[in-house]
């Protein structure tokens, strides 16, 4: 085998093994998804509960289904921006709720609202009935964020959520968990966003990534095999003996 076939073949092997673990890795990666919406499908599913309830044991709160009664603080209240529904720019509204006998706030994620520009929103507009309860589930409030968590043009417009930084901000402390509402209060009226649905439980692109894959390791295989028979049928033609022809008198 000459020497440019030789590299060509263990590179092509040695690509093969890579995109292999890749694949693995992939479906790896699959069982894992599919693990993460069989623990999300139960607690999705489950009666929702009271919030003080769930905050006790923070490790097991995320996701679980909840329902909390309070009062709204609109005065306190933020867009967050850069948000998208059916194709259409917004934000959600984000609102603290205070709970009757407790220094900490639960802020809700109450829906979503048109927006040209995915910052502009009249908060004003959006007001539901200060008394109220949301139903929804928890998502966890990060305690740190990179840049700057209000945006430069309106310090009521958040580019993304920062625990740390709504303390500083807001006049309470806010708890580790907020309510994304998923249920519109009876009847909803116009001032009511549109709630946010459940997440969608797929399995992501994992298992075509996978083939793909696969596919990529078969191909550098075949390929060497291919390189392999080219080099030695030239190595033939290039051995031979030629067989003398007879001259012509």
Request: proline share 7%; aromatic share 8%.
């Amino acid at each position: 085998m000459s020497r440019r076939a030789l590299a060509f073949v263990i590179f092509a092997v040695a690509v093969s093994v890579g995109c292999v673990r890749l694949g693995f890795w992939q479906l790896h990666r699959l069982a894992e998804r599919r693990a993460l919406n069989v623990m999300l499908a139960s607690r999705l599913e489950d009666a929702p509960r009271p919030v003080a309830d769930l905050l006790r044991d923070s490790a097991t709160a995320a996701y679980r289904r909840v329902r909390v009664t309070g009062t709204y603080d609109y005065a306190n209240e933020y867009a967050l921006a850069s948000r998208t529904r059916q194709g259409s720019p917004g934000v959600n509204i984000m609102t603290p709720l205070r709970v009757a006998g407790s220094d900490t706030v639960v802020l809700v994620n109450r829906g979503w609202v048109y927006a040209p520009d995915a910052m502009s929103a009249d908060l004003a507009r959006w007001r539901e009935p200060v008394n109220a309860t949301a139903t929804g589930y928890l998502l966890e409030v990060k305690g740190a964020g990179n840049g700057p968590m209000a945006a430069a043009t309106n310090p009521r417009v958040l580019r993304y959520l920062n625990r740390d930084s709504l303390n500083a901000r807001l006049p309470y402390s806010v708890a580790p968990f907020l309510v994304v509402a998923t249920e519109a209060p009876t009847p909803a009226g116009d001032s009511t966003p549109a709630r946010l649905a459940t997440p969608v439980l797929d399995e992501g692109p994992h298992l075509g990534y996978a083939f793909q894959w696969f596919a990529f390791a078969v191909i550098g295989l075949v390929g060497a095999v291919f390189s392999v028979r080219a080099d030695r049928k030239g190595v033939v033609h290039r051995t031979a003996v030629p067989v003398p022809r007879p001259s012509r008198q």
